[in-house]
């Protein structure tokens, strides 16, 4: 019986001083979300098994380029959500954020270095007196900056 007590105590202890189980955390977007999650399984996890161990089924599957993350993107309740963080073949659980485009303007008979500026390729009319170009700009542009432009006058004379 002496013998076996030993046993059992540091059998018991264990788990105490085992180390826990670090959650996957959320990654919380700043601002509007859709109320979904992007799930992102970590390298070599099959995703057909991973659905089918976890019963979790997504909205939306995707695979990134070479096949090197692979991931699902639903709307989970807290239960599954807080399952998944639980999960060793998850590597990350982010929050699906909303996000919009700016708003385009386009500016006519502007000048070649203002055409140039917005143009990602080479402009046919390289005629830099010519005013028949077009700047395309985001209307928020510039918001908010102030520029100071500061001059010296040179003159010859002196």
Same mark, same amino acid.
């Given at each position: 019986?002496? !013998?076996?007590? %030993?046993?059992?105590?540091?059998? #018991? &202890?264990?788990?105490?001083?085992?180390? %826990?189980?670090? !959650?996957?955390? /959320?990654?919380? #977007?700043?601002?509007?979300?859709?109320?979904?999650?992007? /799930?992102?399984?970590? %390298?070599?996890?099959?995703?057909? $098994?991973?659905?089918?161990?976890? +019963?979790?089924? %997504?909205?939306? +599957?995707?695979?990134?380029? +070479?096949?090197?993350? /692979?991931?699902?993107?639903?709307? #989970?309740?807290?239960?599954? @959500?807080?399952? &998944?963080?639980? =999960? =060793?073949?998850? *590597? =990350?659980?982010? *929050?699906?954020?909303?996000?919009?485009? $700016? /708003?385009?303007?386009?500016?006519?008979?502007?000048?070649?270095?203002?055409?140039?500026? $917005?143009?990602?390729?080479?402009?046919? +009319?390289?005629?830099?007196?010519? &005013?028949?170009?077009? #700047?395309?700009? *985001?209307?928020?542009?510039?918001?908010?900056?102030?520029?100071?432009? !500061?001059?010296? !006058? @040179?003159?010859?004379?002196?």
């Amino acid at each position: 019986m002496h !013998l076996y007590s %030993p046993v059992i105590a540091l059998a #018991f &202890l264990v788990p105490v001083f085992a180390a %826990p189980r670090s !959650l996957v955390p /959320v990654e919380k #977007f700043d601002g509007e979300t859709s109320g979904r999650h992007i /799930v992102t399984l970590k %390298p070599g996890v099959d995703r057909s $098994s991973f659905v089918f161990a976890t +019963n979790i089924v %997504p909205t939306h +599957n995707w695979t990134v380029i +070479n096949g090197f993350a /692979v991931g699902h993107k639903g709307k #989970f309740t807290e239960e599954q @959500i807080n399952m &998944l963080r639980t =999960s =060793s073949d998850v *590597e =990350s659980i982010s *929050e699906d954020g909303m996000v919009q485009a $700016s /708003v385009v303007t386009t500016q006519t008979n502007s000048t070649w270095g203002l055409a140039r500026l $917005s143009s990602a390729s080479k402009l046919a +009319n390289q005629n830099p007196s010519a &005013l028949n170009f077009q #700047f395309i700009y *985001e209307t928020t542009a510039g918001a908010g900056v102030d520029i100071y432009v !500061l001059g010296v !006058l @040179i003159s010859s004379p002196h």
